[in-house]
C-alpha cells in the first residue's frame, strides 16, 4: 500500500505546546480513506487530545487489529510506536507490550467488526483484567473493507445500502464494557469535537482499562435511509451512541447541542439518528445505573453520548499481579536472576 507522508517542515510560528510541540508534529501520513469518513474525524480528535495533553509522542504505543479502522493509527502521531496486529487480536497484544513495559501511553484503536466479532473474546479479557489503556472503537456497523455486510453492533432491524434487513440482535459494547469492569467508559459521535476531545483526555489520563464506543457512519456503505448508524439518524437519536461516519464526497456532517438534550442529526440521505448527551448531573459513578440508562434510553430509540461510568479508584493489570515497578526492559540482571537462595525461598513458599 503507497502512503503520502506530510511534509515535514513547520512554519515557525505555529503555536506550541508545553513540551514543545506543534500540532503538526501529532499527525501521521495523508489518509486514504474515503472523503468524509468519520474515522478520520476522530484521528483529528485524538491528535488534538495528544497534543493538549503535552503528550511527547514517542511516550505512546499505538496498537490496531484489521479493518477501515484499524488503518487509522498510520493517520495519527506518527512519531509513536506502532503495531498492526492480524485480526481481533489487538487485545491480547497490547496486554503483553504492557505488561513489558508500563511506562508507555497505550492506545488501541479497533472497529465493531474487529473487537465485536472475531475479537470479542479479547476484548472481554483486556478490560475484565484492567489493562491501562485506551481503547477506541470506531463504530459504524459494517464491514467496509468486504463491502458492508452488517458487522455483530448493527441494530436490528436496519437495512444496508443493498436493502437487506438486519434480523440479528446487536452487541451494545459500552454495555458489555461496564459488565465485564472496565473503570472508564465512554460514548460519542464522530461529528461531535467538542464532547470526543474531553473524553478522550480523560480517557488517556485515567489508570485502568478505558473503553470510548465512537460512532462513526460509513459513508460508503452505511449512510442510507434505514441505517441506525447514518449521520442522519444519529442527529435525531442525540441520545445513544451508534455507528456514525460520512459519506463519499460529502462534507463531514457535525453537531453542537447543549447537555441533557436530544439532537436529530440528518443523514445525506434523508434518514435520521436521534443523539443524546448526558445531563451534567448525570451520576457517572454507578455502574448498574448506567447500564440501566443506557437500556432504557436505547428503548426509545436514542443513542447516549457522554462519560458513562467512571471508577475514580481503579486498579489496573499491574496492581493486580503485584509485579515490579517500572518498565521490564530496564530491570537488571541481578533483580532478573535474583539466585539460587530466591529461588529456593519461593519455591519453599508454594511448598
Known amino acids: 500500500m503507497t502512503y503520502i507522508a506530510k511534509p515535514k517542515l513547520h512554519h515557525p510560528t505555529l503555536v506550541v505546546n508545553n513540551v514543545g510541540y506543534t500540532r503538526r508534529d501529532y499527525e501521521g501520513t495523508v489518509s486514504t480513506l474515503c472523503a468524509g469518513c468519520g474515522h478520520d474525524s476522530i484521528s483529528a480528535a485524538i491528535i488534538q487530545a495528544c497534543w493538549e495533553l503535552d ?10 487489529g484489521i479493518g477501515c479502522s484499524s488503518k ?91 436493502g437487506v434487513v438486519n434480523s440479528d440482535s446487536p452487541i451494545d459494547l459500552a454495555s458489555l464494557a461496564l459488565q465485564l469492569g472496565a473503570t472508564f467508559v465512554g460514548r460519542s459521535f464522530s461529528g461531535d469535537k467538542q464532547q470526543l476531545v474531553p473524553l478522550i483526555k480523560a480517557a488517556i489520563a485515567h489508570q485502568g482499562a478505558a473503553f470510548i464506543d465512537v460512532i462513526s457512519p460509513c459513508v460508503a456503505f452505511n449512510n442510507h435511509a434505514g441505517s441506525t448508524k447514518s449521520y442522519d439518524h444519529v442527529r435525531e437519536h442525540n441520545e445513544a451512541v451508534n455507528r456514525l461516519d460520512f459519506m463519499p464526497k460529502r462534507e463531514e456532517i457535525t453537531v453542537q447541542y447543549p447537555e441533557g ?51 475514580e ?28 537462595g530466591a529461588l529456593e525461598k519461593l519455591n519453599a513458599s508454594l511448598r
Open 261 to 311: 438534550e436530544v439532537t436529530t442529526v440528518q443523514q445525506h440521505d434523508g434518514s435520521y439518528l436521534l443523539l443524546r448527551k448526558l445531563d451534567k448531573n448525570y451520576d457517572a459513578s454507578n455502574r448498574i445505573a448506567a447500564m440501566n440508562y443506557i437500556q432504557e434510553r436505547q428503548a426509545a430509540g436514542e443513542v447516549v453520548t457522554g462519560l458513562l461510568y467512571l471508577d
Open 55 to 64: 503528550i511527547e509522542p514517542h511516550r505512546v504505543a499505538k496498537l490496531s
Open 313 to 340: 479508584e481503579p486498579e489496573d493489570l499491574h496492581a493486580h499481579l503485584n509485579t515490579a515497578s517500572g518498565a521490564f526492559n530496564q530491570l537488571n540482571t541481578a533483580e532478573l536472576c535474583p539466585g539460587a
Open 72 to 162: 487509522t493509527p498510520t493517520y495519527f502521531l506518527g512519531n509513536s510506536h506502532g503495531f498492526n496486529t492480524v485480526h481481533g487480536r489487538m487485545p491480547s497484544v497490547l496486554t503483553g507490550a504492557n505488561l513489558a513495559n508500563s511506562e508507555l501511553i497505550y492506545l488501541g484503536v479497533s472497529g465493531d467488526g474487529d473487537s465485536a466479532s472475531i475479537g470479542l473474546g479479547q476484548f472481554a479479557h483486556v478490560m475484565r483484567r484492567g489493562v491501562n489503556m485506551t481503547y477506541i472503537v470506531e463504530n459504524n456497523g459494517v464491514y467496509g473493507l468486504t463491502k458492508g455486510q452488517f458487522s455483530a453492533t448493527a441494530d436490528q432491524g436496519s437495512k444496508s445500502k443493498r
